[in-house]
């Protein structure tokens, strides 16, 4: 074969693989909820699909209606950044983690406190989890530590130590028996609930690990990091299986449908890219992204959060651009 034809085939083959990925649907928001001031660096779906709440920077946690759009209530105000929100497993309460170094607990839909940790950690509180049980509620935090808390008294259990430097994320296996941490080590690691103990294979990648998320079976960790990569992994070993790059752009967070067939990132371009998890193909954009030069479509900032929905038919975004929106999956 001449260099010529052999250079055209390799042409010809990059504009098929081009093409494949432009192929892959953009989607517009189904639902578009404004009212916060501020980042909105946290979203998550109720159990039952019925809420959606989300923590901002400016000190709010907002609770809405998943089918309306509809803000329900603001349910926290005035009280430092808040980083993190999570639905209890029963979603009768809901924590949130906050830059004022506390834990919140609040009840849904009344919104009312239930009870305050503070300080739960020394510096500010990143994320927070339940366990699948709700015995449990994990914290992490600037100051290098996860913490776990008994839910029935708000006492700590233990203090979990290892990164070197800010924890970022935590998440809790399907069966509740492992915990998953990332920092600003660029390390994603592995701790045994019941003895705190971490586990030996540590995964690592060129940037800050901003989420992590377990599979639905519980077989595979997916990771974003400022790197520009969403990472798969097996579990427990941590071995590398795929790598989703976004266009070298920073990824900040993560999450699998809960059939498992999906991995969604969201990044610093304004969307969030979902991927086939069994090949890595690219399935959807959610969104333009901001450099595209396109007509407006989604999110004009950095998705910071990002969760699906319990039945797997839509999702919740929070941003940068102070908007919380909603899409809708079902055709995809």
Not at 27 to 45: I, Q, T
Request: glycine share 12%; proline share 5%.
């Amino acid at each position: 074969m001449s260099v010529t034809r052999h250079f055209l085939l390799i042409v010809m083959l990059v504009a098929a693989l081009g093409s494949m990925v432009l192929a892959a649907p953009v989607l517009s928001p189904e639902r578009v909820m404004e009212g916060h001031r501020a980042d909105v660096f946290s979203v998550d779906y109720s159990p039952d699909g019925q809420y959606v709440a989300s923590g901002a920077w400016d000190g709010t946690v907002r609770l809405w209606d998943a089918a309306s759009g509809e803000l329900v209530r603001v349910v926290q105000d005035g009280w430092g950044w808040v980083h993190s929100v999570a639905f209890s497993p029963d979603g009768d309460y809901l924590a949130t983690g906050a830059r004022d170094r506390a834990i919140r607990i609040w009840e849904v839909p009344r919104g009312r406190a239930r009870h305050t940790i503070q300080p739960a950690h020394q510096k500010r509180v990143t994320s927070v989890a339940w366990s699948p049980d709700g015995s449990l509620l994990a914290s992490a935090s600037d100051d290098g530590t996860v913490k776990l808390w008994n839910t029935d008294n708000w006492t700590e259990v233990r203090t979990l130590t290892g990164h070197q430097g800010e924890v970022l994320c935590v998440a809790f296996s399907p069966d509740g028996e492992l915990l998953a941490t990332g920092g600003t080590d660029n390390t994603i690691r592995l701790w045994e609930v019941a003895s705190g103990n971490q586990l030996g294979p540590i995964a690592r990648h060129r940037g800050s690990v901003r989420a992590v998320a377990f599979s639905p079976d519980g077989g595979k960790l997916a990771s974003s990091s400022l790197d520009g990569t969403t990472r798969l992994w097996s579990v427990p070993s941590l071995t590398e299986l795929q790598v989703l790059r976004d266009v070298i752009q920073r990824v900040y967070s993560v999450g699998f449908s809960p059939d498992g067939r999906w991995v969604a990132g969201g990044s610093q371009n304004s969307t969030v890219q979902i991927w086939k998890v069994s090949t890595g193909s690219h399935v959807a954009s959610l969104g333009h992204p901001i450099s595209s030069g396109q007509a407006p479509l989604g999110h004009h900032g950095g998705l910071l959060g990002l969760a699906f929905s319990p039945d797997g038919n839509r999702m919740v975004t929070g941003s940068a651009d102070n908007r919380v929106m909603l899409w809708d999956l079902s055709g995809l």
